[in-house]
Each structure stands twice: as C-alpha cells, then as structure tokens.
C-alpha cells in the first residue's frame, strides 16, 4: 500500500499541538472549529481503504479544502503543501462542499422570527432602517479554466476568478450566498442573476413600508434601488 507524504498539513494535526495563532493563519478558524467541522463532516467523508492507496482521513480532507479557500493558492501549489496530488485536491473541495452545504444548511438562511427582528433593530440603530444586511461580491482566485473561455474569468485585478456575492448583518454572520458566475462579471449583474434579487422581486424577503431616509446615498459598484442603499461619505 503506498503512503502518503506530509507537508504543512502535518502541522495542523492534533499530535503536532499546532497553536491556535497558526489555525487561523493557516485556516482563518480556531482549532476548536475546526474539530467540530471535521466531527460533523466525517461520517460523509470517510473514505475505504483501497489496494492502491491509504485513503484521506476527513480531517485530512477538510484542512486542505479550508486552506485552499482561506489561502487562495492554487490547487498545483496547495494540494503539493497537502502531500497530495492536483486530482485529489479538486475532489477534496467538491466532496467538502457538498459535505457542508448538507449539514449546515441552515447556517446560511435569511433572518426570520425573533432573529429577523434583532437584525433590523441592529441596523436601524446604525441609522439605517428596514435594513436587512450588507452586501457585497468579492473574487475567489481560481486556475485558468480548461473547458470555459478564459477571458470570462479574467477579473479586474487580472487574474482568474469566479465572483461570490455575500450578504451579512453587523455580527458578520452569513445571510445569503451566491457564487460560481465569471470573474468578468459586474456586482450589477451578478445581483440580478441571483436567488436573491428574484426573492425581493417575488415580495418574500422585504415586506416593511418604505422608509426616507435622513440623509445622501450614493453608489459605489451597485445601482441605487429599494432594496440596495449605500450611504455618502459625510
């Protein structure tokens, strides 16, 4: 049976006692969650022991696909850190992926109830009334497409990406995510084409009266709407 090599990977486990300066260098977590990731992703990752090949343990598994995201690295330089091979890697992010979109699906839901009702008050102390959430989109760094037109990909700060647009309240908590369009794409476009817009549209997502607001607003990558406002620099 062939063994694996190591890497930085072999600092991050438990027998190495990794610091907890070093998780959230390496993994922007605390070891605390990242343990409580790999408990509760394990029973979906856990790999069989092949003729081949020792299997990834899920721990193994979910430190690569965390470094990968937090790192931006590409897989060529990450999965060799990882001791693991390009192959591998790729399907170490698509299988975590899948893992957490299952279990913690509802760790990424808009506010409702007594949550919902926090949020607002929240905001609407800050000046900002009937506001659910700011939003953004930022760039996930990835490798020249193979089987896609690069230059859809091409971003801004040239280089190759897929666009992640995000919506958080002021606890920086999660509401909404909506990820995988071209790096080319404009935040314009990018809102209109997600579940989100066609949500507000369809009146499921904000259902208070309108409300004029006391001062200036101007736009800085979103066009200015009902449900999008972004307050001038005083």
């Not at 476009?189 to 409300?211: D, K, M």
């Amino acid at each position: 049976m062939k063994r694996r090599t190591g890497g930085p990977w072999e600092d991050l486990r438990p027998a190495d006692d990794a610091t907890e300066e070093y998780f959230r260098d390496k993994l922007q977590m605390s070891p605390r969650v990242f343990r409580e990731i790999v408990e509760n992703l394990s029973p979906i990752l856990q790999r069989r022991v092949t003729f081949y090949r020792e299997p990834l343990q899920p721990d193994h598994i979910v430190a690569y696909a965390l470094y990968r995201w937090a790192s931006g690295e590409t897989y060529e330089s990450s999965s060799c850190s990882f001791g693991i091979g390009r192959a591998s890697g790729l399907v170490a992010v698509r299988d975590v992926t899948a893992a957490l979109l299952s279990v913690y699906r509802e760790k990424v839901a808009w506010p409702t109830g007594v949550r919902k009702a926090v949020v607002l008050r929240a905001f609407a102390d800050k000046g900002f009334p009937n506001c659910h959430g700011c939003i953004d989109c930022t760039h996930i760094f990835i490798d020249k497409p193979a089987n896609a037109p690069p230059e859809d990909y091409y971003d801004r700060k040239r280089q190759f990406s897929v666009v992640a647009q995000v919506v958080v309240d002021l606890d920086l908590r999660v509401l909404d995510m909506f990820v995988g369009y071209p790096g080319s794409c404009h935040n314009v476009r990018v809102i209109h084409l997600s579940n989100l817009w066609s949500r507000a549209a369809a009146g499921e997502l904000f259902t208070g009266p309108p409300v004029l607001l006391p001062f200036q607003v101007q736009t800085n990558g979103y066009l200015l709407r009902t449900m999008v406002t972004r307050r001038a620099n005083e």
